[in-house]
């Protein structure tokens, strides 16, 4: 039953900007914290940006002023503004929610991302 949904991803020059989004469906969205993490293959999945329920923000110091999370209850989707894209920003970006209420965790399919000239 739950879903998370991205799309947005693609191909993009360096410096340009992508707008990922991240539809969920069959969880009380608006108690979760909702996130956006990266995989390279060979390496773990790491942090991005989270969003809490309460709309605060967490980003890596590697996106901090660039990469924009957020969030739009109403519609149960989560976005991720990604502008001034550079080549180490390639990789498969994964949408996740959270919940210790729900102790629940769950991961969107990934999407990618690729900053090439």
């Known amino acids: 039953q739950v879903q998370l949904v991205e799309s947005g991803g693609g191909l993009v020059q360096p410096g340009g900007s992508l707008r990922l989004s991240c539809a969920a469906s069959?969880?009380?969205?608006?108690?979760?914290?909702m996130g956006w993490y990266c995989q390279v293959p060979g390496k773990q999945r790491e942090l991005v940006a989270t969003?809490?329920?309460?709309?605060?923000?967490n980003y890596a110091n590697s996106v901090k002023g660039r990469f924009t999370i957020s969030r739009n209850n109403a519609k149960n989707t989560v976005y991720l503004q990604m502008n001034s894209l550079k080549p180490e920003d390639t990789a498969v970006y994964y949408c996740?929610?959270?919940?210790?209420?729900?102790?629940?965790?769950?991961w969107g399919q990934g999407t990618q991302v690729t900053v090439s000239s």
């Open positions: 969003i809490t329920s309460g709309g605060n923000t």
């Open positions: 069959g969880i009380i969205f608006s108690i979760y914290r």
């Open positions: 996740n929610a959270f919940s210790t209420q729900e102790r629940s965790d769950y």
